[in-house]
């Protein structure tokens, strides 16, 4: 989904993407998705992502929908993808390690965030998304790209909306990619969230 929820203090968020891009001179031609999710963090760092989608061709015209559910269980370091139609969870214990970005001690204005998530990032102004303050930062390239975040210092300066776009042709943008959460619970989220439901099937992954 080209995005990047760091780990950090256990929390719920609800978010919603919309995504296009344009492959045409005018407007003719512009695909198009819509993804609204749940996402599960719990201070183990165990996850789970919950997704519905839905994909347009000419950016109103509906061709296909589906769903994900994704489970990541840290204490036993395993990972499931989930199909709950038919309900089956298909994976087991990671082979790979990595190091998860974290959220990190930041000033009221999450200056140091913005450095991290931006090239040059220039504070220009506030707002407030799903009840909470945020600050608002952005940073142009030269090839006429640009990106616009706005952070929370109340919430470990946490993306709250997110819009990228990219340069296209006779003032339309190329793409653009945006991001906006649209609930916010602090707090470690249900035990269930991270739990395989006992009556899917299980099936290893090799």
């Known amino acids: 989904m080209g995005l990047s929820i760091w780990d950090g203090a256990p929390r719920t968020i609800h978010f919603e993407i919309d995504d296009w891009r344009n492959d045409s001179w005018g407007l003719h031609n512009i695909e198009r998705r819509t993804i609204r999710c749940e996402t599960a963090i719990a201070s183990n760092g165990s ?29 036993t370091h395993s990972a499931y993808s989930i199909d709950d ?49 945020v600050v608002d930062y952005r940073s142009e390239e030269a090839d006429g790209s640009s990106r616009r975040i ?38 470690e989220p249900q035990r269930s969230a991270f739990e395989l439901p006992s009556s899917y099937r299980v099936e290893s992954e090799k």
């Not at 996850?47 to 204490?75: A, V, W």
């Not at 190091?99 to 998530?117: E, I, K, M």
């Open 85 to 133: 139609k038919n309900r089956v969870a298909s994976g087991g214990e990671c082979k790979c390690f990595w190091n998860a970005a974290r959220q990190v001690p930041d000033d009221g204005a999450c200056s140091h965030t913005a450095a991290l998530r931006l090239n040059r990032p220039e504070r220009v102004g506030t707002n407030r998304i799903a009840g909470a303050v």
């Open 47 to 75: 996850r789970m992502n919950k997704c519905d989608y839905e994909l347009f061709h000419h950016y109103l015209l509906r061709y296909t929908s589906g769903s994900s559910h994704d489970l990541y269980i840290q204490p």
């Open 150 to 187: 706005s952070l929370a210092p109340q919430y470990g300066c946490e993306v709250m909306e997110e819009v990228a776009r990219t340069k296209g042709t006779l003032g339309i943008p190329g793409s653009q990619w945006r991001y906006r959460v649209t609930s916010y619970k602090p707090g």
